[in-house]
């Protein structure tokens, strides 16, 4: 049963959280790889959605952070249950597909499965990204608020592209984080969920911030976590995130599935919104709707 008074709040928190993902990223891909020194340059404080960037993209444009989160979403409706391979199979035909962008150790991982039926790569020390941690939300929709299963699906599905200490632990940070906001924890709380991780891996700590929002995983939850604790509302998050530059589309996509989460649709801004696919934002609803309707919080 929903540990929650209220479950129709879990399932709005939920949505939001998908849609907050999906408009960080967008927001976030105008200005990947810029550095916070050139976004300021060119745009005093980056707020609009433009689309363009190194990707050209059209405005409200996702790119592989959104897809790759509703391919696992896709897998799991359509298998009707947790399957890694059938995750692979999304995660190949997806790549098949030629999508915008795709990160080198993804698809080294997507192409490993498609030669050889790889399902877990082995242990790479180097292979630090955050690939795995950016398409964590429909794992923590689904397993809410199991945190046992949260960090059995955490690790199969990071592990089909990406074997590391510290994206592993990145993820179940992130899915953690997500399972305390669906049940409507305060910042304070969450902070502690995140002292606990930099207690274990110092080098997540980001106090004092220093800046970095590479595509190293550790910069990003620094990134991730200096703005979201420092933010007043998700537009102030956002803002705050996609403004570092660096993997723009990665922070901002894992921000706005966190803040999404925490302040609710309505704090989404509307200028934004209407910017995106009508198409794409009634497939994320769905998609976390059906997710969350099939956790263990919310079965009989």
Same mark, same amino acid.
Not at 28 to 42: D, N, P
Not at 116 to 121: A, I, Q, R, S
């Given at each position: 049963?929903?540990?929650? %008074? %209220?479950?129709? =709040?879990v399932?709005?928190?939920?949505?939001?959280?998908f849609?907050?993902?999906?408009?960080?990223?967008?927001?976030?891909?105008?200005?990947?790889?810029m550095t916070?020194?050139? +976004?300021?340059?060119?745009?005093g404080?980056?707020?609009?959605?433009?689309?363009g960037?190194? #990707?050209?993209?059209?405005?409200?444009?996702?790119?592989?952070?959104?897809?790759?989160?509703? !391919?696992?979403a896709?897998?799991?409706l359509?298998? @009707?249950?947790?399957?890694?391979?059938?995750?692979?199979?999304?995660?190949?035909?997806?790549?098949?597909?030629?999508?915008?962008d795709?990160? %080198?150790? !993804?698809?080294?991982? +997507?192409?490993?499965?498609?030669?050889h039926?790889?399902?877990?790569?082995?242990y790479?020390q180097? =292979?630090?990204?955050?690939?795995a941690?950016?398409?964590?939300?429909? /794992?923590?929709?689904?397993? $809410?608020?199991?945190?046992?299963l949260?960090?059995?699906?955490? #690790?199969?599905?990071?592990?089909?592209?990406h074997?590391?200490?510290?994206? %592993?632990?990145?993820c +179940?940070?992130?899915?953690?984080? *997500?399972?305390? +906001?669906? @049940?409507g924890?305060?910042?304070?709380?969450l902070?502690?969920?995140?002292d606990?991780?930099?207690?274990?891996?110092?080098? $997540?700590?980001?106090v004092?911030?220093?800046?970095?929002?590479?595509?190293?995983?550790v910069d990003? #939850? @620094?990134?991730? $976590?200096?703005?979201?604790?420092?933010?007043?509302?998700?537009? =102030?998050?956002l /803002?705050?995130?996609?403004?570092?530059?660096? =993997?723009?589309?990665?922070?901002?996509?894992?921000?706005g599935?966190?803040?999404?989460?925490?302040?609710?649709?309505?704090?989404?801004?509307?200028?934004?919104?209407?910017?995106?696919?009508?198409?794409?934002?009634?497939?994320?609803?769905q998609?976390?709707?059906? *997710?969350?309707?099939?956790?263990?919080?919310?079965?009989?």
């Amino acid at each position: 049963m929903i540990l929650t %008074d %209220d479950p129709a =709040d879990v399932r709005e928190r939920a949505q939001a959280a998908f849609i907050g993902m999906a408009v960080g990223d967008a927001l976030g891909a105008t200005v990947e790889f810029m550095t916070a020194t050139e +976004i300021a340059a060119k745009y005093g404080v980056f707020k609009e959605m433009t689309g363009g960037g190194w #990707l050209r993209l059209k405005p409200g444009q996702v790119t592989d952070d959104t897809e790759m989160a509703l !391919c696992i979403a896709r897998a799991v409706l359509k298998n @009707q249950s947790w399957s890694r391979e059938a995750i692979a199979q999304e995660f190949a035909a997806w790549l098949k597909s030629r999508p915008v962008d795709c990160g %080198d150790t !993804c698809r080294k991982g +997507i192409r490993s499965y498609m030669l050889h039926g790889t399902l877990e790569v082995p242990y790479n020390q180097w =292979d630090g990204g955050n690939g795995a941690a950016m398409r964590m939300l429909p /794992v923590a929709l689904l397993s $809410f608020p199991d945190a046992e299963l949260l960090k059995k699906y955490a #690790l199969e599905q990071a592990h089909l592209t990406h074997n590391q200490a510290l994206s %592993d632990a990145a993820c +179940i940070c992130l899915g953690n984080l *997500l399972h305390l +906001i669906l @049940q409507g924890a305060s910042k304070s709380r969450l902070r502690r969920e995140v002292d606990g991780l930099v207690a274990r891996f110092p080098g $997540f700590n980001f106090v004092p911030y220093r800046g970095l929002a590479t595509g190293y995983v550790v910069d990003t #939850l @620094q990134t991730v $976590f200096h703005w979201f604790f420092k933010g007043t509302g998700f537009e =102030d998050c956002l /803002v705050g995130t996609v403004n570092q530059g660096g =993997d723009a589309d990665t922070t901002g996509a894992i921000c706005g599935m966190l803040a999404g989460a925490y302040y609710g649709r309505e704090a989404i801004p509307k200028r934004w919104l209407k910017k995106m696919d009508p198409k794409l934002l009634r497939q994320l609803e769905q998609s976390a709707d059906q *997710l969350i309707m099939a956790s263990p919080a919310f079965r009989q």
